[in-house]
Structures are given as C-alpha cells and as structure tokens.
C-alpha cells in the first residue's frame, strides 16, 4: 500500500460525504491508497454515512471522544501505507493530489513530506481564495512519510487544538517539509471551525509556548 489517506470527523455529517467522495475519487489507482475514517465519537448522523461507505472506506469508531490529535494518531496506527495524508471532514480535495505528493516522495529520497497550498472555500465549496501553505501552512495537505511520524512520537494528544503546529515545530527540528504552489486542497471556512474559538486557540498558544519555549 502506498498512500493511507485519514479523514478524521466529530459531528460532521453535514460535511462527511463530500470528504469521502473527493478522498476515493481520485487519479492515483484505487489499490495504492486506502481512506480511513476516524469517527470521534460523532453523536449526529455521521454513522449512517459511515454505514454507506462501509465497503469503500476503513471506519474507526473512537469509543469515548479524545480530541483530534488522539483520532490522528490512531488513524495513524492502522494505517498500511508508506505515506499517510490527513483529510478534515468538512473539507475535501482535488483528484489529483495523492498522484502528485506521492510522486514527489517517490522518486526523491530526501524529501520527508510534501505540501500543497489550498484554496479557502465557503459554505457551498465557492473558492475564496488561493493560500500559500508555506506562509500560513495547515495540519491537512501534507504527505508525510509515515515512519518519520512515528519517529517524533505522533501527535501530543494533550492539545485539543493548535496540534498541528506543534506536530510541525517537532517534525522540522530533525526533517523537512517541500512546498508545491498547486491549490490542490480545499479548507472549508464555517461558523463551527475550531480556529474560531479565541478561547481554546489562546489557551493552546500558551501550551505550545510553554512546551517549546521553556
């Protein structure tokens, strides 16, 4: 297996099936990549879209609800491919985007991940804009090479947010992340986005410079 793709929901059922089907309909052939959903404990109707794509996807129901960081990692430990990329359930992406990442680390040793830049859209998958990963980068749109994930100890599961920057401040300390200007993923802006919480993003920018500033 190459390629694991991980969709990772908490009570986005609104969302879910549009991730789904832009996560299996795509140009990389079907026996190289999985999808794996990771359902945190999802208390709407998730599991009726899950039930219907039981035969294409891999489904983890979490058994109490750990936070995105936990669903990650254990997304990341059932995972058979070589390489894994991560999939929010509330956005979705291009057809295209596991045929170029894995490409790239394919036939370059040297690369430890590759990015994508995304384009920010709306409620109803309009394109808002088109955003430079590498000036404001994302958890999701990286292909990493798996072993070097479980080389810095997968996600720190004690941040319920901001965990992919600190993923990314202990990923680049020992390996490199190569950036490709293709717009190849697509970050649905909503009411329920966790980055809107001031609260929870304000107390986890402390965590994270304590943890790494200290």
């Known amino acids: 297996m190459l390629v694991s793709l991980i969709i990772t929901s908490f009570n986005y059922a609104r969302y879910l ?3 789904i089907r832009s996560a299996l309909n795509q140009s990389l052939p ?6 794996i959903v990771v359902d945190d404990c999802s208390t709407d109707e998730s599991h009726l879209i899950l039930d219907n794509y039981a035969e294409d996807v891999k489904v983890i129901k979490m058994e109490k609800n750990a936070g995105l960081s936990a669903a990650r990692n254990t997304g990341i430990k ?3 491919g070589q390489y894994v990329l ?5 956005d979705y992406i291009q057809a295209d985007i596991l ?5 790239f680390l394919t036939e370059n040793n040297r690369l430890d991940a590759v990015a994508v830049d995304y384009y ?3 409620e109803y998958g309009d394109h808002q804009e088109w955003v430079s990963s590498s000036e404001k980068p994302i958890a999701c749109g990286i292909m990493f090479r798996k072993d070097l994930l479980f ?3 997968l996600y720190d599961e004690t941040f319920r947010a901001r965990e992919e920057e600190d993923l990314r401040k202990r990923f680049l300390a020992k390996h490199n992340i190569f950036h490709i200007p293709l717009p190849l993923y697509r970050y649905r802006m909503h009411d329920n986005n966790l980055t809107k919480n001031t609260d929870e993003m304000e107390k986890h920018a402390q965590m994270l410079n304590e943890k790494h500033n200290s």
């Open 17 to 19: 099936e549009r991730a």
């Open 30 to 35: 079907s026996n190289s990549f999985e999808v």
């Open 78 to 80: 059932k995972a058979k």
């Open 86 to 90: 991560f999939l929010d359930a509330d």
């Open 99 to 103: 045929k170029v990442l894995s490409v």
């Open 120 to 122: 920010l859209v709306n």
């Open 151 to 153: 080389d810095i100890g």
